[in-house]
T-cell receptor, first 114, second 114 residues
Framework: KAGVTQTPRYLIKTRGQQVTLSCSPISGHRSVSWYQQTPGQGLQFLFEYFSETQRNKGNFPGRFSGRQFSNSRSEMNVSTLELGDSALYLC?????????????FGPGTRLTVT | AQSVTQPDIHITVSEGASLELRCNYSYGATPYLFWYVQSPGQGLQLLLKYFSGDTLVQGIKGFEAEFKRSQSSFNLRKPSVHWSDAAEYFCAVGAIDSWGKLQFGAGTQVVVTP
């Protein structure tokens, strides 16, 4: 099976702009989770989608949003970018039919905000 | 609330020597525990997981981990490290109602010397 793919791999944006990141899960997986990874805060959970519904969310401002499509592909959007949003954004997929499961991660999207 | 502590930020080990990475968790109910590895610029790869049963868990790349409930620990071990094991290692914990959220430790950077 193909692994989790994320596009684009790298992005450079300016403060105030918005950005959309995409994640395609492993075939058959219906859950997609998003994480932000920074040197200072480590890996932090953003939100999780299952069958097009957000089931869980972390403690991030409303500028961070996401959605999931019927084919389980997911996008996350960050509006009004701030310098502190510079990070590696990782998505992970899992079957999703249990409350906890092993997650398979994509390579990430490196976002730089200038 | 769940929490994960990796006491060692950085470990240096000689090639061929044994490696042990420490992980302590805090969680009231049954924890679901994971170890992931991240190479520079890459996503996270699952090494092993513990859900229940035998407390000694075997994973990929020759790694194993032991769950000790009395010590709230899930330490990762490898008998003989290879230069390719140089990477950052993350311990993570989930719960039966995590719904896509894993709580990660801060990570341990492993350097392998000749």
């Amino acid at each position: 099976k193909a692994g989790v793919t994320q596009t684009p791999r790298y992005l450079i944006k300016t403060r105030g702009q918005q950005v959309t990141l995409s994640c395609s899960p492993i075939s058959g997986h219906r859950s997609v989770s998003w994480y932000q990874q920074t040197p200072g805060q480590g890996l932090q959970f953003l939100f999780e989608y299952f069958s097009e519904t957000q089931r869980n969310k972390g403690n991030f401002p409303g500028r961070f949003s996401g959605r999931q499509f019927s084919n389980s592909r997911s996008e996350m959007n960050v509006s009004t970018l701030e310098l502190g949003d510079s990070a590696l954004y990782l998505c992970a997929s899992s079957p999703g039919d249990r409350g906890v499961d092993e997650q398979y991660f994509g390579p990430g999207t490196r976002l730089t905000v200038t | 609330a769940q929490s994960v502590t990796q006491p060692d930020i950085h470990i240096t080990v000689s090639e061929g020597a044994s490696l042990e990475l420490r992980c302590n968790y805090s969680y009231g109910a049954t924890p679901y525990l994971f170890w992931y590895v991240q190479s520079p610029g890459q996503g996270l790869q699952l090494l092993l997981k513990y859900f229940s049963g035998d407390t000694l868990v075997q994973g990929i790349k020759g790694f194993e981990a032991e769950f000790k409930r009395s010590q709230s620990s899930f330490n990762l071990r490898k008998p003989s490290v290879h230069w390719s094991d140089a990477a950052e290692y993350f311990c993570a914990v989930g719960a039966i109602d995590s719904w896509g959220k894993l709580q990660f430790g801060a990570g341990t950077q492993v350097v392998v010397t000749p």
